[in-house]
């Protein structure tokens, strides 16, 4: 459905591809008919191994990896993800030198503000900071590093670079500490919020909401068993529970 709907938009003569982790079972379940199949991978795979799975899905038209990691994000609660400008550097000549295609995942650090860091759920919930900076060869504050030098140096093997001036890394300020205030409770902040009736909690969906708080609030007017048991289907971040609020 999405791929008819892009071809749609964009018409017949963009190039669609799926990506999917280097793994048979990966992109088995991910292919798309009419949809070049490529994989990623970062500089801790094998890349003939990696490459020989494209090949089993797409036996002819370009190697690809199509989310090369000169990084990693970060979750809380852990060290600085760092990879070395050198493996980076290696893993990137050595796909070039058999003429593969790659697109380096992330080339820019960012940032996701707000709500929007999203989190992973590797045997734990494992939630990611507002930083994502991803030790990328731009840095989230976009500074020029080491490893972009690096890489545009093997670059330059392959390819001509243009004829341009290095832009110079921007000053940075120390703003010191943060003072930081309450600014009102969650019962205050709810009474300023629109408000819905339902008879069972409504997904975000069902509210239009991509992400965000959604306070749910009920009366229970019959006395519950002791203990009581308060039962959900599941919560695919983070719930909290109040009583008598």
Known sequence: HMRDLIRQGLGEDVLLYT???CRTNEIRCGKVPEVYATVDFG????????FDVQRLFEPRGPLMNSEFYPGWLDH????HSVVSSEAVATHLDMMLAINASVNVYLMHGGTNFGLTPGSNLVERFMACPTSYDYDAPISEAGDLTEKYMAVRDVIGKYLPLPSMET???S???AYGTVQLEASGTLTDLAQTLPAQQSDAPMTFE????SNGVVIYETVIAVNPYDPAILKF???NDRGYVYLDG
């Open 19 to 21: 990506t999917d982790g």
């Open 43 to 50: 500089t801790g795979t094998d890349m003939n191994v990696a």
């Open 76 to 79: 809380w609660g852990t060290p």
């Open 167 to 169: 832009p110079t890394n």
């Open 171 to 173: 000053s940075k300020f």
């Open 206 to 209: 069902a509210l239009s909401l």
């Open 233 to 235: 289907n599941s919560v």
